[in-house]
């Protein structure tokens, strides 16, 4: 199955593929299976010496053709109401610019003057935040995470300064390309606090597996205190800003 869902359209997402798509696959599939087997049991050469030929069945033919039209609208209805609400972009209350480089990210949030670059951490690193009782994944923990508010809208705003990347996490069903020279957006709403991790999901290079991205989802008066402990600035703000969301969590 897909990750746990966190947001609206990763809900969307799940029922479509589980409740659906799923259901139907199993059927049709077990029902050509069948089809198969009994015609391979009962049509063999040594069952049928002289064989038969059937050159028409009207019944059969209108089957096949208003069975998997209806298949196709039962598949339909939801599906175009997922791709609706996907590009349906609700007003952001907080919009982050993601560039994608080889091979890491770079982060802004325009109307905080905030901006970032975003590493994965090496086995160093995840031992570090390890001693500090801190969750660090291998491939997946990074020394800057995105901070957002939770139950809040967000758009990832998503370009590239060299080569094609993909801005993805898949628990917020949230996935868009990071071209050269072009903007194209997502966005999302996580309805509840946590880590959440994705990765680059467009090959781009020897390193493309090492580029993971990391959001850490906080209560709204924590990512206000991390925006003002970052605009602030002066000596250790960074460290300052993620102690305070080390804490946090």
Same mark, same amino acid.
């Given at each position: 199955?897909?990750?746990?869902?966190?947001?609206?359209?990763?809900?969307?997402?799940?029922?479509?593929?589980?409740?659906?798509?799923?259901?139907?696959? $199993? *059927?049709?599939?077990?029902?050509?299976?069948? +089809?198969?087997?009994? *015609?391979?049991?009962?049509?063999?050469?040594?069952?049928?010496? $002289?064989?038969?030929?059937?050159?028409?069945? $009207?019944?059969?033919?209108? +089957?096949? !053709?208003?069975?998997?039209?209806?298949?196709?609208?039962?598949?339909?209805?939801?599906?175009?109401?997922?791709?609706?609400?996907?590009?349906?972009?609700?007003?952001?209350?907080? !919009?982050?610019?993601?560039?994608?480089? &080889?091979?890491?990210?770079?982060?802004?949030? =325009?109307?905080?003057?905030?901006?970032?670059?975003?590493?994965?951490?090496?086995? =160093?690193?995840?031992?570090? +935040?390890?001693?500090?009782?801190?969750?660090?994944?291998?491939?997946?923990?990074?020394?800057?995470?995105?901070?957002?508010?939770?139950?809040?809208?967000?758009?990832?705003?998503?370009?590239?300064?060299?080569?094609?990347?993909?801005?993805?996490?898949?628990?917020?069903?949230?996935? $868009?390309?990071?071209?050269?020279?072009? *903007? !194209?957006?997502?966005?999302?709403? *996580?309805? &509840?606090?946590?880590?959440?991790?994705?990765?680059?999901?467009?090959?781009?290079?020897?390193?493309?597996?090492?580029?993971?991205?990391?959001?850490?989802?906080?209560?709204?008066?924590?990512?206000?205190?991390?925006?003002?402990?970052?605009?602030?600035?002066?000596?250790?703000?960074?460290?300052?800003?993620?102690?305070?969301?080390?804490?946090?969590?």
């Amino acid at each position: 199955g897909f990750q746990v869902p966190v947001t609206p359209i990763a809900h969307e997402i799940s029922f479509l593929h589980n409740a659906i798509l799923m259901p139907i696959i $199993t *059927v049709i599939s077990l029902f050509v299976l069948l +089809l198969l087997i009994y *015609v391979m049991a009962k049509f063999n050469a040594r069952a049928n010496k $002289t064989p038969s030929h059937v050159h028409h069945n $009207t019944t059969i033919e209108i +089957l096949w !053709t208003v069975l998997p039209i209806i298949v196709l609208l039962v598949i339909a209805i939801p599906s175009f109401r997922l791709l609706f609400n996907q590009y349906d972009y609700p007003k952001p209350d907080v !919009t982050i610019k993601a560039t994608g480089n &080889q091979w890491y990210w770079s982060y802004e949030y =325009a109307d905080q003057g905030i901006n970032f670059d975003s590493f994965m951490l090496d086995d =160093a690193g995840r031992a570090d +935040l390890k001693k500090q009782g801190l969750d660090a994944p291998r491939l997946l923990a990074v020394d800057n995470e995105i901070v957002v508010p939770v139950n809040k809208v967000v758009h990832v705003l998503a370009t590239a300064k060299d080569v094609i990347h993909s801005w993805a996490v898949p628990s917020f069903g949230s996935k $868009t390309d990071a071209v050269p020279g072009r *903007v !194209t957006a997502t966005w999302f709403r *996580v309805e &509840q606090k946590g880590v959440f991790y994705g990765q680059c999901s467009e090959l781009c290079g020897k390193d493309h597996a090492f580029m993971p991205i990391a959001v850490r989802v906080v209560e709204k008066a924590v990512y206000e205190q991390w925006v003002a402990v970052l605009k602030a600035g002066g000596e250790g703000a960074d460290e300052k800003a993620k102690e305070l969301i080390r804490k946090a969590a």
